[in-house]
């Protein structure tokens, strides 16, 4: 008798069992929340990221303002050859200041963040992030136990808890 005449028989003496895998399901998106519990060590981190972050954006004002520059004398090259220029130059200042705006609005943002963090006592949990992971849903599930927020703890870069 071979290994495969064997198995046969034993798959088929076995009592057929309905198979999850056999229901319909679909693969969802939820949030995941991430928060961190604050601490020296992680406070100390935030300060670093976040002054590095505000040296980028004063390096990419500084980038702007050069390219605003260099654009300005590109036009004021093909004025003098007695071409109107005057819708590119309303068109250039209009979008040099839409930048200027946001990263104007985001250094602030950045400085807010920085300030606050030495107004948080240590212990408190803080969210740094929202992430997405997907979840598969059956029949007979509750999709609002399935799709509620799921929510990651984390203590100076480790994963303390995990709740579905």
Request: hydrophobic share 30%; glycine share 4%; charged share 25%.
């Amino acid at each position: 008798m071979s290994i495969q005449t064997t198995m046969d028989r034993v798959t088929e003496d076995r009592p057929t069992e309905p198979s999850r895998q056999a229901q319909p399901s679909v693969q969802l998106k939820r949030q995941v929340t991430v928060k961190t519990k604050v601490t020296d060590a992680f406070r100390d981190r935030a300060k670093s990221e976040l002054d590095k972050e505000l040296k980028l954006i004063d390096t990419q004002l500084q980038q702007l303002e050069a390219q605003y520059q260099y654009s300005l004398q590109q036009l004021e090259k093909v004025a003098q050859q007695g071409q109107n220029v005057q819708q590119q130059l309303q068109q250039l200042n209009q979008e040099a200041q839409q930048k200027r705006s946001q990263l104007a609005s985001l250094k602030m943002q950045v400085s807010s963040e920085l300030g606050n963090l030495d107004k948080i006592e240590n212990g408190q949990y803080i969210v740094t992030g929202m992430l997405e992971n997907t979840v598969e849903i059956r029949v007979g599930e509750n999709i609002y136990e399935k799709l509620q927020n799921a929510e990651i703890l984390v203590e100076d870069g480790v994963v303390t808890s995990i709740s579905q």
